[in-house]
């Protein structure tokens, strides 16, 4: 449930296009980064993945022109990997994905018959426990085979972004939120996460930055505070700026009772993760306000049928609406 929580925050934060830009600006060190236009970043429907596939993903697509060619476009196929241990055939999986969407580009008319296929940039941003030593090409999983045969052995490559690769590095000088996001994942202490959200908060201090502030307060909310503060009730938050301002006012508290328990900063740690398996009616709480948050935010205020029908939902059917809810174009199809 945890997990799936956090691929649904996650899919949250990178349906917002700075999330994205800032992805590729940090973490995909090559040169062409630079000629891309991220003023024309768009998101994509993946309403071409079946069924069967799509309980099997947590994915955002993208486009984005390149500078000075309006009718050339990148595409960015971004799978999001939140699972204990390295998927051996992710390389698959990303080929399945790409060809899907190639041929919905061609069915619906973005490439004619007479154009390329645009390329596509597969990201696969994995935060597992487990070092990621899956091979990152679908031309190593098929056995060896005489040269003769090599010629029709497909081949496709993806760029893996590890998130414990990032564990010990310090927030970048120029504004970052992939790195802010970084950071928040793996600050152990209520000092740590203070440090990091008021660069956050002043990286996305925009009003027309209100959607990625609400995400991130989302996020914070129903995942990481909860994750690193079992047992405390928190308030709903709608933005950064009251989650900021209730660790100010609750920090002294917790520090407190933290040195009256005796605990250093390893034992709390240890405390917390076995506190945390017994939380799971409050997790289901939690994933019910997630989901009702954001339809709220993309289809209005919700009547009270629709308010009792997600409190009256399971755990698998939760997991599923907030999936359709982010791709839907309406309320109905969000919950069907």
């Not at 090599?150 to 081949?155: F, V």
């Not at 950071?183 to 930055?209: K, M, Y």
């Not at 079992?230 to 508290?253: A, F, S």
Request: aromatic share 8%; hydrophobic share 40%; proline share 4%.
């Amino acid at each position: 449930m945890a997990g799936n929580r956090h691929d649904h925050s996650y899919r949250l934060l990178f349906s917002q296009p700075e999330m994205v830009a800032d992805l590729l600006r940090g973490y995909v060190d090559q040169a062409w980064v630079s000629s891309l236009d991220f003023q024309s970043l768009e998101p994509v429907k993946a309403d071409f993945i079946t069924h069967d596939l799509a309980e099997k993903r947590s994915d955002c697509i993208w486009r984005v022109r390149w500078l000075g060619r309006s009718d050339q476009w990148l595409y960015i196929y971004l799978l999001l990997e939140f699972q204990s241990s390295p998927d051996r055939w992710m390389a698959l999986r990303m080929m399945t994905y790409i060809s899907l969407l190639y041929q919905k580009l061609i069915r619906s008319g973005a490439v004619s018959v007479e154009q390329s296929l645009p390329p596509v940039l597969p990201i696969v941003l994995y935060n597992g426990e487990r070092r990621w030593r899956a091979s990152r090409n679908m031309e190593s999983l098929v056995s060896q085979a005489p040269p003769e045969l090599e010629p029709y052995i497909p081949q496709l490559s993806y760029l893996l972004i590890d998130e414990s690769d990032f564990r010990e590095a310090p927030l970048p000088e120029t504004r970052n939120l992939v790195s802010a996001l970084f950071g928040l994942e793996h600050s152990r202490t209520a000092s740590d996460i203070r440090g990091v959200l008021n660069s956050l908060v002043e990286w996305v201090s925009h009003p027309e930055q209100r959607e990625v502030k609400q995400a991130f307060a989302t996020w914070m909310q129903h995942v990481l505070l909860p994750a690193r503060l079992p047992g405390v009730q928190l308030k709903e938050m709608n933005d950064l700026d009251e989650v900021r301002n209730m660790l100010e006012e609750r920090v002294k508290r917790w520090t407190e009772e933290w040195k009256q328990q005796g605990l250093n900063e390893g034992r709390l740690e240890g405390r917390l993760e076995g506190r945390l398996e017994g939380r799971l009616e409050g997790r289901l709480e939690g994933e019910q306000k997630l989901l009702q948050r954001l339809l709220t935010r993309r289809f209005g205020e919700l009547d009270d049928s629709t308010l009792a029908r997600l409190k009256e939902a399971d755990e698998s059917t939760l997991e599923r609406w907030v999936d359709q809810a982010l791709e839907a174009d309406n309320l109905t199809d969000a919950l069907r």
